[in-house]
């Protein structure tokens, strides 16, 4: 049982570059969001899906897009990479949202410097 | 605007002792809130979760209290060990989002 898998661990990318970021899930777990980590700013909700083909904006989520193709894979896209990118990027799965049907499974996180 | 603060960015314990970190908000109405740790280097990992009709829930030595009238939920590590040591995080689900506080910092001293 992986749980939730992150690709790539590490990236730098040049401003105005694209890039995708991979998140995968094996638990069967239907809601799915991603998050940034900056120093001193916490956790803060990109962009986050409830179900396949479903998705909704978090607090932060210009310059980013998802989709929801499967219940599995749930991909983070910067559109034209910025310096304020920066940042480290974590994936999070839970079984059913709203629930109090327990916590999170968070992947081990994506370091992204744009520079 | 919504706000969740926890008490100190740093805390420093002796070990054996109990350590308590506090998480206020202000402007929410959470339904359940929740409680994480994360090591450097590493994705938070999830440890209780407590509904906004609990008063308290304890797991080994893990003890959570909710108290929605005082916006506040404490987190009692007991008998800490220098494991213990790891940046504590609580979160406020409402809605269909989860909100983080920015962390508590605890190091526990041997």
């Known amino acids: 049982n992986a749980g939730v898998t992150q690709t790539p661990k590490f990236q730098v990318l040049k401003t105005g570059q694209s890039m995708t970021l991979q998140c995968a899930q094996d638990?069967?777990?239907?809601?799915m969001s991603w998050y940034r980590q900056d120093p001193g700013m916490g956790l803060r909700l990109i962009h986050y899906s409830v179900g396949a083909g479903i998705t909704d904006q978090g607090e932060v989520p210009n310059g980013y897009n998802v989709s929801r193709s499967t219940t599995e894979d749930f991909p983070l896209r910067l559109l034209s990479a910025a310096p304020s990118q920066t940042s480290v990027y974590f994936c999070?799965?839970?079984?059913?949202f709203g629930q109090g049907a327990g916590g999170y499974t968070f992947g081990s996180g994506t370091r992204l410097t744009v520079v | 605007s919504q706000k969740i603060e926890q008490n100190s960015e740093a805390l420093n314990i002796q070990e054996g002792k109990t350590a308590t970190l506090t998480c206020n908000y202000t402007?929410?109405?959470?339904?359940?809130l929740q409680w994480y740790r994360q090591d450097p280097g590493r994705g938070p990992v999830f440890l209780l979760l407590?509904?906004?009709?609990?008063k308290e829930k304890r797991k080994e030595r893990l003890k959570v209290t909710f108290d929605t009238t005082l916006k506040q939920s404490l987190f009692h590590i007991t008998a800490s060990q220098p494991a213990d040591s790891a940046t504590y995080l609580c979160a406020l689900e409402r809605g269909r989002q989860l909100t983080f506080g920015s962390g508590t910092q605890l190091t526990v001293l041997p």
């Open positions: 402007n929410y109405s959470p339904a359940y």
């Open positions: 999070a799965s839970s079984v059913e």
């Open positions: 407590i509904r906004e009709n609990e």
């Open positions: 638990m069967n777990h239907e809601y």
